[in-house]
């Protein structure tokens, strides 16, 4: 039905869809519902005694400053603090290479604003993070995709989507959202090359970089960058943007997340955000600070990868034990998602529409394709439900795909 308001939006209205995985958590907010749908941090591990104590000191001792407006980079002993622990990977950045956003999310948002001019490429991995196909929609980006497999991007299929002059390459190396893969350490290098030769800077996405349950530690594509140029002396001003998050170390409800990036990159950032919120809300970043300093979050996030690492093997077990053959998934050495890839003559919504019957939920995979395709593929998150629970969601899944088989 046509309203008085349709005319008035802007055009890039036009290309804004409410998040198919928002909608379809709205149906499994359900209490008998196991939803593997959300890329939800287990609540069980959010630190709430730590952060309750760290609000009363902040408000105790610091009361006036934490509820004052703050700078738009951000309070200055995270971002210390984030520098020192980017230092321990060989990098080269101080404060003025940080910014704090209000979660990652808000970062891609501003990095669309001050990149993309309408029609302007992205060079992407297929499937990739909707959040990002999101935000960089309302500027009128295309998309290329490029396709992954199970040591991620192919970056072998880079040389010829980048003569298409792309504006810059999106990249998720680590656990990616929604597969589930990690980019290879020889991807990892040819990717940086490629992105030097070209002239094209990498946004690097990595919300679960420490979330690995086994194998080994893979440099982010930054250090790899950092190393490239060869000025450790210099505070880094390479051709990678790094973004991480305190939402799956952390708590995602405070909303921090932060931004590397050469100095000017994050000069422009901020005039960006100053028009979107002016700064990250100081109380939470004081908080987090709080909670975080003194080697809490280390030990914190040994706790997590233990208690998601017994998940995600609760579930490649269920898996191999109900599943009907036919059905692939990946084996994601960390992170929150495993894929799934149904015969090609099936619809992942179909089984969906089963599963629900059933009281089990999972996200179908078509929309993380920016360009369409993954009608048969679909998303798995284990970090929320307990053991018991993913075995006997997935329980229910085998029997929604058999009876959608037939
Ligand atoms: C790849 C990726 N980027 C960004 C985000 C957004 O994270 P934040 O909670 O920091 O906004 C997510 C959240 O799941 C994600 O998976």
């Known amino acids: 039905m046509q309203t ?22 709205k149906l499994t907010e359900k209490p008998d519902l196991i939803s593997f749908g959300g890329g939800l941090p287990a609540p069980d591990v ?21 509820l004052q407006y703050g700078t738009t980079e951000g309070y200055l002993p995270l971002r210390e603090m984030i520098a020192r622990h980017t230092r321990r990977y060989g990098i080269n950045v101080t404060p003025d290479n940080i910014l704090i956003t209000s979660g990652s999310q808000q970062a891609l948002d501003l990095l669309g604003k001050i990149f993309i001019n309408r029609g302007d490429r992205i060079l992407l991995e297929s499937p990739t993070y909707l959040g990002a196909i999101q935000a960089w929609n309302a500027y009128g980006a295309e998309y290329v995709p490029v396709a ?17 002059g792309p504006k810059f390459i999106y990249v998720l190396p680590n656990f990616q959202n929604p597969t589930g893969v990690t980019l290879s350490l020889e991807r990892r290098h040819h ?15 990595d919300p679960y970089g420490q979330l690995r349950y086994e194998g080994e530690h893979l440099p982010a594509v930054v250090v790899i960058d950092g190393e490239y140029r060869g000025s450790p002396e210099n505070p880094y001003s390479g051709n990678v943007i790094y973004l991480s998050t305190f939402s799956k170390t952390l708590a995602p409800g405070l909303r921090l997340a932060w931004v590397i990036a050469p100095q000017e990159v994050i000069r422009k950032l901020v005039q960006a955000k100053q028009g979107a919120d002016l700064h990250t809300a100081t109380f939470n970043q004081i908080v987090a600070y709080e909670v975080a300093k003194g ?55 179909d089984v ?6 059933q009281k089990v939920a999972f996200v179908p995979g078509g929309p993380f394709y920016p360009c369409g395709g993954g009608h048969n593929t679909m998303r798995l998150n284990f970090s929320y439900a307990t053991p018991e629970t993913i075995r006997e969601g997935i329980l229910r899944m085998g029997k929604a795909i058999r009876q959608s088989m037939k």
């Open 148 to 164: 992954s497999d199970k040591n991620g991007m192919i970056t072998e299929a880079l040389d010829e989507r980048l003569r298409t």
């Open 46 to 66: 959010f630190p709430v005694d730590e952060i309750a104590d760290a609000c009363q000191r902040v408000l105790r001792d610091m009361g006036a400053r934490a």
């Open 352 to 357: 969906l529409e089963i599963a629900i019957k």
């Open 4 to 25: 008085l308001w349709d005319h008035r939006y802007a055009h890039r209205i036009q290309r804004m869809g409410s998040s198919a995985v928002r909608e379809l958590l």
């Open 191 to 205: 990717l940086v090359e490629l992105a030097d030769r070209y002239g094209v800077p990498i946004i690097e996405d």
């Open 295 to 349: 080697g809490f979050l280390d030990r914190h996030v040994h706790m997590i990868r233990r208690i998601y690492k017994e998940r995600r093997d609760a579930m490649l077990a269920a898996m191999d034990s109900y599943f009907p053959p036919g059905i692939d998934w990946t084996q994601p050495q960390g992170g929150l998602f495993l894929w799934g890839t149904l015969p090609e003559d099936m619809r992942s919504a």
